[in-house]
């Protein structure tokens, strides 16, 4: 049998290597090191042995080569078996996930993989398995996860308006000393960390329940904390109280924070001791206040999660001390992983600089 040449050469054997390298395909980068074999001289049979082939299927995919490129090297979609959906339940389905049960009409409050199997039965007369449901719902890019709490009287378009405008709020927010001088934006929120402290996930067998221990007692500690994405830094006090006093010492100690000769823009909620007329902030501090009912605006209560998920979850404090020293040692070891800072705390809305 005759070989069959390669037509197709803008791509020499290095340049198909190189998309060797790039490709995502296994299959792809496999027949494009035989095609840059056969480019270099090596004999079909070699190159079609070291591509994992036999000579006829080398001649084939020379073939399609010649006809589609590099993109002609990758294995067609096979038919295989016709969905159990069309596309039209599909999106039906994608729907009724999306917006959740009724639970006066489906009586429950969260889909489980049997509560959509019936629902699939009941709409399109399909009988899926429950494991055939879960792959329905990969395949629409759906997966099981942890609902964030929203409260009831949360304004969601008051928010989207904060985001819109928060460049205008922090330039209406600066005094006329401030102007000109770099900005950072910062976020401050308080958390209560005490003796009933907080479960987490861990790695445990499968089948297993693993215990952890779980105190019941009520010392706790006020952790103030405050973040600036931009800068990667941090502030913070642990307090045994909450209340304007506390506010001004945790106000002095951001001042203190802030770059040299630089103004900080401070968000924070709308708590009582956050408003006080007894509030005295720095020079180089201001503040402006979130929309009521939002602490998803505010990136410190995912420092919160954080910090009780991976340093502070399961463990037994004996006494106040104890508690002071476990906040201090978890907020010092946030701070000195920058990286980790940014990632948890930058978003897109607050770049106002």
């Known amino acids: 049998m005759m070989a069959l040449e390669i037509t197709r050469l803008e791509l020499s054997a290095c340049a198909l290597r190189s998309e060797a390298r790039r490709a995502r395909d296994v299959g792809q980068a496999r027949r494009l090191l035989a095609l840059a074999l056969v480019l270099e001289g090596a004999s079909r049979t070699e190159a079609a042995r070291a591509g994992g082939m036999d000579r006829q299927t080398l001649r084939d995919w020379v073939i399609r ?4 490129g590099v993109a002609g090297l990758v294995d067609r979609p096979r038919s295989g078996r016709p969905p159990r959906l069309n596309d039209a339940q599909m999106a039906e389905l994608d729907r009724l996930v999306e917006v959740g049960p009724d639970v006066a009409v489906h009586g429950v409050v969260r889909w489980r993989c049997v509560d959509l199997q019936a629902q699939i039965k009941a709409r399109f007369d399909v009988e899926l398995s429950e494991r055939q449901v879960g792959r329905l719902l990969h395949q629409l ?15 969601e378009a008051g928010q989207e308006a904060f985001k819109k405008n928060f460049a205008a709020l922090v330039s209406r927010a600066l005094p006329d000393h401030a102007r000109g001088n770099p900005l950072e934006i910062w976020f401050q929120d308080e958390a209560r960390i005490g003796q009933k402290d907080t479960l987490t996930r861990l ?31 941090g502030a913070a006090l642990v307090l045994p109280y909450a209340d304007s006093q506390a506010m001004n010492l945790h106000l002095r100690e951001i001042g203190r924070t802030v770059a040299p000769g630089a ?16 509030l005295r902030p720095p020079d180089n501090l201001s503040l402006i206040c979130l929309p009521p009912y939002a602490p998803e605006l505010n990136p410190v209560e995912n420092v919160w999660e ?25 907020w010092n070891r946030l701070i000195a992983a920058p990286a980790s800072l940014t990632s948890i705390t930058q978003r897109a809305w607050d770049l106002a600089s």
């Open 306 to 330: 954080y910090l009780r998920k991976n340093n502070l979850a399961l463990h037994v404090y004996d006494t106040y001390d104890d508690i002071v020293d476990a906040c201090c040692n978890a």
């Open 203 to 233: 790695w445990a067998r499968t089948g297993s329940r693993p215990r952890a221990p779980h105190d019941t007692r009520y010392e706790w500690a006020c952790l103030f904390g405050a973040v600036c994405p931009q800068r990667a830094v």
């Open 65 to 68: 080569y010649n006809e589609a």
């Open 141 to 155: 890019n759906f997966t099981r996860l942890s609902v964030r709490p929203r409260h009831p009287q949360a304004d």
């Open 263 to 278: 103004h900080a823009v401070l968000v924070l909620d709308g708590t009582g001791w956050h408003t006080s007329t007894s």
